[in-house]
């Protein structure tokens, strides 16, 4: 099962910090049916309960940005990451020795306390003002009654010595530091917890206790980043800082539009739905219609996914036949060869929107059923297949087509089944041709695992590899990429405008980035 995390402040929350009553409906719904959701925040327990008192979390989540798994309906601690002695006396030092005043969050007597120096209140006034009653504070008048009880958390706000902070809170002292600003205010935020703790790792903590196979992670703020990447899928909101962003899989709307709550339910509801119910009427048509016993599965499914209805399928425009056409434009169903679109690309762009959707299974298994007793009698474990390295071999085949603002390229990543029906007691070995054709072999995709959408520029430049480079060779770019043969991807990239030639380094081209 997937598991669903998402960041509060300027995610799921509104610009007030609330949660609409549509958010509520929809994924109190999906919580009911099954739908495995939590959040992961740099609040603590208590000051997010408030906000999403009236969601039905049933799944661990993740607060002071993963030191703690907690229970969500007690605020029990399941999971701690915190800081080794010997990293919380050199912290209780080094932020005495060079002057700053942080709060300090521990455990004292077994309630939570947030402590702040007397002294040096003016630092920390507007924080406290914001929270009057909160009854976590707690004077103190030195370091060492600031540093009592369990320490856990130390955040330092408004610095302007963040470099200072930078150089000695790393992972080698044994600490994990966030710089940020506040989703409401001005205030910045410097916030410093174990090494071992991270939005990140904590979410995979919480996978690993309710044994999902993936997890979508979405998030606004740098903070988030760490989660994102560790995502099977990461997504942010339409109002994420850009930093966030350029790490992302993919953007949806932004928080005030329930963006999560609708995409969990576009997710759950009507991409499984959906694709399922198109399989099978792609299934039952091509059994039963002699004029479309050739029409591939996966092609007349997604045709039935992007269009259910007949009358919007098959469409004649001018002297070409348009797969499907409904109020998103036109469709175009293309499992390999998108040269022999040009045509029809040429003859549409002109006037309409166009949908090129390119599916490619990402993941396979093949089950063996003898056709006499109707019995599987063998499920092979599924295999992962291919890479986007051939799709963006298809994009170069219509290169000349990627900066037209009509055309939208839509990837289909896809699982599927092999099905092998064989006669008699051995299963066959299909390795053998003679054997083959003896078989009734059908694939039958199972599952939309993504839609990687190509419609703007910034969605190209999400498909650059990390760490590369100001300048760098095909070489280089193919290994940042971590594939053998990433030179199509970097020639599409290059027809789009997101790589530019700018010299030669011995007999090697080299490409930079068009913008930083």
């Keep these: 099962m997937t598991l669903y995390v998402t960041d509060l402040d300027g995610t799921l929350l509104k610009n007030d910090a609330s949660v609409s009553e549509y958010t509520v409906k929809t994924l109190n719904s999906l919580i009911e049916n099954g739908v495995l959701f939590t959040y992961a925040t740099a609040r603590s327990f208590s000051s997010a309960l408030p906000l999403i008192k009236r969601l039905n979390i049933e799944c661990p989540a993740v607060t ?18 915190v800081f080794t002695k010997k990293a919380l006396i050199n912290a209780k030092n080094f932020l005495r020795d060079n002057d700053f005043a942080p709060l300090v969050y521990s455990y004292i007597d077994g309630k939570e306390r947030v402590s702040y120096l007397v002294e040096k209140i003016d ?4 924080y406290l003002n914001q929270r009057k009653g909160d009854k976590r504070f707690r004077e103190a008048k030195d370091f060492d009654e600031l540093f009592e009880g369990n320490v856990f958390y130390i955040t330092v706000l ?5 470099e200072t ?6 992972r080698e002292n044994g600490f994990a530091h966030n710089f940020q600003p506040d989703t409401y205010d001005s205030t910045t935020w410097y916030e410093i917890y174990d090494k071992n703790a991270g939005k990140a790792s904590a979410a995979l903590q919480v996978k690993a206790l309710l044994g999902a196979d993936k997890m979508i992670c979405f998030g606004d703020n740098k903070n988030d980043i760490s989660m994102l990447q560790a995502a099977d899928l990461g997504v942010a909101v339409q109002n994420a800082f850009d930093e966030l962003k350029k790490c992302a899989d993919l953007i949806i709307e932004n928080n005030e539009s329930d963006a999560v709550a609708r995409f969990i339910e576009r997710r759950e509801t009507d991409i499984t739905n959906r694709f399922a119910n198109a399989v099978d009427r792609a299934r039952t048509r091509i059994k039963s219609t002699v004029g479309t016993q050739n029409e591939k599965l996966i092609h007349a499914a997604l045709k039935n996914y992007y269009a259910p209805f007949s009358d919007e399928q098959e469409v004649k425009i001018g002297n070409f036949y348009a797969d499907a056409v409904s109020e998103n434009g036109i469709f175009e169903i293309q499992t390999k060869q998108l040269y022999r679109l040009r045509e029809k690309l040429s003859a549409f762009l ?4 166009v949908n090129v959707v390119h599916p490619f299974i990402c993941e396979s298994k093949t089950v063996y059923i003898n056709a006499d007793s109707g019995e599987v009698t063998l499920s092979e474990k599924p295999r992962k297949i291919s890479s986007l390295r051939t799709a963006f071999e298809e994009l170069y085949s219509i290169r000349d087509f990627l900066k037209n603002d009509n055309l939208r390229i839509v ?8 099905e092998i029906y064989y006669s008699g007691e051995k299963i066959p070995d299909i390795r053998s041709k003679s054997a083959r054709k003896k078989c009734v072999i059908s694939k039958i995709p199972t599952e939309i695992v993504e839609e990687i959408i190509l419609e703007n520029i910034d969605d190209y430049f999400r498909l650059l590899p990390e760490n590369l480079p100001e300048n ?8 940042a990429a971590r594939e053998a043969e990433s030179s199509m991807r970097l020639e599409v990239l290059r027809e789009r405008g997101v790589l530019e030639k700018i010299g030669k380094r011995g007999k090697a081209f080299v490409y930079t980035v068009t913008r930083r």
């Design 158 to 162: 408004n610095t302007e010595k963040a």
């Design 123 to 126: 630092c920390v006034r507007s």
């Design 165 to 170: 902070l930078d150089n000695f809170f790393t």
């Design 472 to 479: 760098f060779t095909k070489k280089e770019f193919c290994k």
């Design 411 to 418: 990837i289909v990543k896809l699982k599927a089944v092999k």
């Design 64 to 81: 002071f940005n993963g030191v703690f798994v907690i229970n969500p309906g007690t605020g029990e601690r399941v999971i701690e990451n």
């Design 350 to 353: 002109g006037s309409a929107r």
